[in-house]
């Protein structure tokens, strides 16, 4: 927990060192992202995500970043079965956790350092600009990200539904292994890959005590908390990206399309808008 929260208040500290610098550094931007997502597990409509998102992103330097986005539009409201049986899509669901209902409650905070290196050599150098080592070169693509989600649904069988909050922490150290800018353009084509952390944490009525025998019907575990690994390869052209997660959680539980080694492809269109803001 102390490292989540020394994590969560970098971009702040650092923000309050580089306003005493140059105030100008700060851009803030009005940001949107449309995606597509599916498990490479279950390829049914229930088991995949087309998701709208609206937020407020903000960057010092291009360095720090930190975003907060809501959902304004999900192709699935709730997820439905007719097969009492069924547990895998839910499996999946709880993979996918964004692909959920159209609403404000199910939102994304997340926060960044493209470039330790950068980050460090910043606060070093305070006033000063210090020479940059030439045996330092290969820290600058080097970087960290954490995202925290909340996702909210229904999971329903015939007589049973529960509403049911997916909490999402990823923390994760990323690399750069391309990043030039495009002719004539300044848009950019960036390939990194990135890898650490992920949990799913299961709540809402879903995690009431007295539910415990109905979770095992929808998952086949009443267990609430999983924690994993993922590895990840993203590659942006310009507006456009797509992006491959493999995903480890332990395979002692055993849900369908959610343990062991499990795919994930997402393709998607963003927009950072600029917006003009003033800094007194």
């Given at each position: 927990?102390?490292?989540?929260?020394?994590?969560?208040?970098?971009?702040?500290?650092?923000?309050?060192?580089?306003?005493?610098?140059?105030?100008?550094?700060?851009?803030?931007?009005?940001?949107?992202?449309?995606?597509?997502?599916?498990?490479?597990?279950?390829?049914?409509?229930?088991?995949?995500?087309?998701?709208?998102?609206?937020?407020?992103?903000?960057?010092?330097?291009?360095?720090?970043?930190?975003?907060?986005?809501?959902?304004?539009?999900?192709?699935?409201?709730?997820?439905?079965?007719?097969?009492?049986?069924?547990?895998?899509?839910?499996?999946?669901?709880?993979?996918?956790?964004?692909?959920?209902?159209?609403?404000?409650?199910?939102?994304?905070?997340?926060?960044?350092?493209?470039?330790?290196?950068?980050?460090?050599?910043?606060?070093?150098?305070?006033?000063?600009?210090?020479?940059?080592?030439?045996?330092?070169?290969?820290?600058?693509?080097?970087?960290?990200?954490?995202?925290?989600?909340?996702?909210?649904?229904?999971?329903?069988?015939?007589?049973?539904?529960?509403?049911?909050?997916?909490?999402?922490?990823?923390?994760?150290?990323?690399?750069?292994?391309?990043?030039?800018?495009?002719?004539?353009?300044?848009?950019?084509?960036?390939?990194?890959?990135?890898?650490?952390?992920t949990n799913r944490r299961l709540g809402g009525d879903y995690g009431l005590n007295e539910n415990s025998e109905l979770r095992k019907e929808f998952l086949g575990t009443d267990k609430l908390a999983f924690d994993g690994f993922k590895l990840s390869t993203r590659l942006e052209i310009?507006?456009?990206?797509?992006?491959?997660?493999?995903?480890?959680?332990?395979?002692?539980?055993?849900?369908?399309?959610?343990?062991?080694?499990?795919?994930?492809?997402?393709?998607?269109?963003?927009?950072?808008?600029?917006?003009?803001?003033?800094?007194?």
């Open positions: 927990m102390r490292l989540l929260f020394i994590f969560l208040l970098t971009p702040f500290l650092y923000f309050s060192q580089s306003e005493k610098k140059q105030k100008t550094d700060l851009n803030v931007y009005l940001k949107t992202d449309i995606n597509y997502a599916s498990s490479a597990a279950d390829n049914r409509k229930e088991s995949q995500s087309a998701v709208g998102t609206l937020g407020i992103k903000f960057d010092v330097y291009n360095n720090i970043w930190a975003s907060s986005t809501f959902t304004v539009h999900s192709q699935n409201q709730e997820i439905k079965t007719e097969d009492i049986s069924e547990t895998k899509l839910f499996g999946t669901n709880l993979l996918l956790p964004q692909n959920s209902s159209s609403d404000i409650s199910n939102f994304e905070l997340q926060t960044g350092v493209s470039s330790i290196y950068r980050l460090i050599r910043d606060f070093k150098s305070s006033e000063k600009k210090c020479p940059e080592k030439k045996s330092h070169i290969f820290l600058k693509p080097i970087g960290a990200q954490m995202s925290f989600r909340i996702n909210n649904t229904i999971w329903q069988k015939p007589n049973v539904e529960l509403p049911v909050t997916i909490g999402t922490l990823s923390l994760d150290m990323t690399f750069r292994l391309l990043d030039v800018e495009m002719a004539e353009s300044d848009e950019r084509i960036k390939l990194i890959v990135s890898t650490g952390y310009s507006k456009f990206y797509g992006q491959f997660d493999l995903t480890t959680f332990g395979k002692k539980v055993g849900i369908a399309g959610f343990s062991g080694d499990q795919a994930i492809i997402t393709v998607g269109l963003r927009a950072d808008l600029p917006l003009a803001t003033k800094t007194k």
